[in-house]
């Protein structure tokens, strides 16, 4: 299990920066910037991971972790901008 572990996190890891800075460089409107969609894909990404690891009734491949961690940070950081609008853009 620990060499599972050793394998995946650091492709959700990865998945999240990959999606936070693809957030921030093509749509900057609506975010907060660039270190709360880091945050916020990195959370998306592990429970996205932690999902599909316990819906799976093997250990799930590199790339599906890397996809699924890409899937939820986009949604994490899309519901983000889609539901809670920063400040700076309210007005």
Do not use: C, K, N
Not at 20 to 44: K, M, N, Q, S
């Amino acid at each position: 299990m620990s060499e599972t572990l050793v394998q995946m996190v650091p492709m959700l890891v990865l998945a999240g920066l990959i999606a936070a800075w693809l957030a921030e460089a093509g749509v900057r409107a609506g975010g907060y910037g660039f270190i709360p969609d880091t945050l916020l894909g990195l959370t998306g990404s592990m429970i996205a991971g932690a999902v599909v690891w316990g819906v799976t009734s093997r250990d799930p491949a590199m790339t599906t972790m890397l996809l699924a961690g890409g899937v939820g940070a986009g949604l994490a950081i899309v519901a983000q901008r889609g539901l809670w609008r920063s400040a700076r853009h309210a007005t």
